[in-house]
């Protein structure tokens, strides 16, 4: 069952048109059918095509929300073989809002860290929604200098609203557990490569996307704060979040003119939940791309590149 | 909510806040409520005579407290781009903007000084919390990079006090790039070898706890200061519990390991002198510090 946002509307009355035929067709032969099936399918996918080109941030919002958008594991399981999950910051516990451990992509052994939201609600508490724990980020942290000490590369799957503000979190140091990940990434002779999957929300989206290149799905955003964050406190006003959505700049096209993010990747007509196996595709490409532009460099060189493209950020602006 | 508090007060707020540099006022004690003539406390760094409360400190008042003679060298930033995002809320960020310069006289919210520490050279930055609520953006994030480019150069120490709601949201993703820059320049630092004091004080909260402020070798915090990544009111929301007591208190950070040490303003540069003279392997200074801690007599073995 697609469940449909509401901007899709129209979309799913043609959907839900086809579908009614296809039943029809089903139990009583008729040629005719089939020829209006075919005339509806290339509307839907006409009428889909004109609203995903134009949506609005506080739109993208909920594309990156969508809870069937493939989520960190699902890239994982489309991208890696012989994965191998590592658990535990060695210290307090394991975090399975943060998915980490090493695998090959295209046959080269590397690291990935992702955060996980859960694709249903048994996995979406098991995951915490995605929001992390120091945990979470130092397990991060171990994974990423155990790669670095064996020269593996590293690959951050960003998605998150933010990290988890709660009692435990912020006794055992939410914030030192995030700039410390920042710090690490920062510090990494060997390339790491970042995706902004769906959401990149605040600190907790940083401290995993510090990377040579940045890249960001086509749908995702990417902020400071979430839309409904910065409504209630700028705007001192939760129905405000698609005025904030938009003013606050979170989109990749955004990203791009601003120079935070290294490219774009290109989702699916309709998003990447109408096909994963198509953006979980496009999204190897694209990292395979990446670090073919890494490949070669110098320890040195690659963590003075990646130290130069941070401090240079809004400096050209 | 009710009219009371939605007009009434904050009209007496705004009444309050247009009197700069107030002569002959009586200010409350925020903990205690007792009045106190407020040359005293100025005079008294800006804790409360008595109930020992911490008052906000702006960045000039701290940097007199701190260099040899109140004198040091202002270290000049460079300019950022002006509100790229052409960002409006309920007002222009720009008028914001204008509005806390003129009520402040900074730039923006870090200012640097170079100058001698109980003769020592150190570089030093203030996060000035009435500069929109000490918040990071491009300009403060250019002022701690440079703070600590210029300590590498000079070869010296660089303390920073850190006080912030956070991240600036109107400078929205630029803002959030602060916490990887500033990281950069801690890095620099650490790279040179050269010691990082962050002093944080009331309050430091959100992004700046995620970056620049929790990396530092040294964290001393102010007493009863707010520190901690999320705030008191986004937790409560989240979980629906009333906080603990004393919750994100500076004496709440050194039980749970985040901190070395709280420190009363008074002793502030008496220990962070010895402390850049003991990591940079200086001579001792001649700033009072506190006295060794008592020892104490052993135990006597039990024999039982």
Known sequence: MRSYLDFEKPVAELEAKIEELRALSATGDNGTIGEEIARLEAKASGVLNDIYSELTPWQKTQVARHPQRPHCLDYIAGLMTDFVPLAGDRTFGDDDAIIGGFGRFR????????????????????????????????????????????????IGLVDTAGAYPGIGAEERGQAEAIARSTDTCLGLGAPNIAIVLGEGGSGGAIALATANRVLMLQHAIYSVISPEGAASILWRDTTKAQEAATNMKITSDDMTWLGIIDGVITEPAGGAHRDPAAAIAATGAAIDKAFGELNGLSRDTVRRQRRDKFLNIGRSL | MNWISNVVRPKIRNMLARRDTPENLWIKCP???????????????????????????????????????????????RDVPLDPLKFRDARRYTDRLKDARTKTGMNDAVKLGYGRLDGLPVVIGVQDFDFMGGSLGMAAGEAVIKGLETAVDKGSPFILFAASGGARMQEGILALMQLPRTTVGVQRLREAHLPYIVVLTNPTTGGVTASYAMLGDVHIAEPGALIGFAGPRVIEQTIREKLPEGFQKSEYLKEHGMVDMVVPRQELRATLANLCRLLTKAEPGTAAISPAPERQALPAPSNA
């Open chain 2, 31 to 77: 903990e205690t409520g007792q009045l106190v003539f407020f040359k005293d406390v100025e005079a008294n760094q800006f804790v409360i005579p008595g109930s020992n409360y911490h008052m906000r400190m702006g960045a000039t008042a701290r940097l007199k407290s701190m260099f040899d003679g109140e004198t040091w060298l202002d270290i000049g930033v």
């Open chain 1, 107 to 154: 046959g080269e052994s590397v690291c990935v860290i992702g955060q996980e939201k859960g694709s249903n609600t048994e996995a979406r508490l098991k995951h915490n929604f995605g929001m992390a724990r120091p945990e979470g980020y130092r397990k991060a942290v171990r994974l990423m200098e155990m790669a670095d000490r064996f020269d593996i590369p590293v």
